[in-house]
């Protein structure tokens, strides 16, 4: 079964950057539109940032426009999440999520089938 795996969350102070990762189990991924969910504390899940299957487009939340940057490296399976300027309200679970619809990239929950488990990142003020 296709997998999804992140990592680079961790502790950090506000100002202070963390690159998270998020590494696909199959190659088929390297087709696929990915992106990148939070969901804080009582919070609902929401949409942070997302990137076409070849790189070329990316799309970002008005909240972290700016200061996070969405990459991938299609022979490498993975897709990275840079995150600078850190702030006390980005302190969420981040998830990394694939569509198997290459020519649409989507910025809703329900537009991406594949999920990581996530990995916690927490900015201390």
């Known amino acids: 079964q296709a997998q999804l795996v992140e990592s680079g969350g961790g502790w950090v102070q506000a100002g202070g950057s963390l690159r998270l990762s998020c590494a696909a189990s199959e190659r088929t991924f390297a087709t696929y539109p990915m992106a990148w969910f939070r969901q804080g504390p009582g919070k609902k899940r929401e949409f942070v940032a997302a990137i076409n299957w070849n790189g070329g487009t990316t799309y970002y939340a008005d909240s972290v426009k700016g200061r996070f940057a969405i990459s991938r490296d299609n022979a490498k399976n993975t897709v990275y999440l840079q995150m600078n300027s850190l702030k006390p309200e980005d302190t969420a679970v981040y998830y990394c999520?694939?569509?198997?619809?290459?020519?649409?990239?989507?910025?809703?929950?329900?537009?991406?089938?594949?999920w990581g488990q996530g990995t916690q990142v927490t900015v201390s003020s």
């Open positions: 999520a694939a569509s198997p619809r290459q020519w649409q990239t989507g910025t809703t929950l329900e537009e991406y089938e594949y």
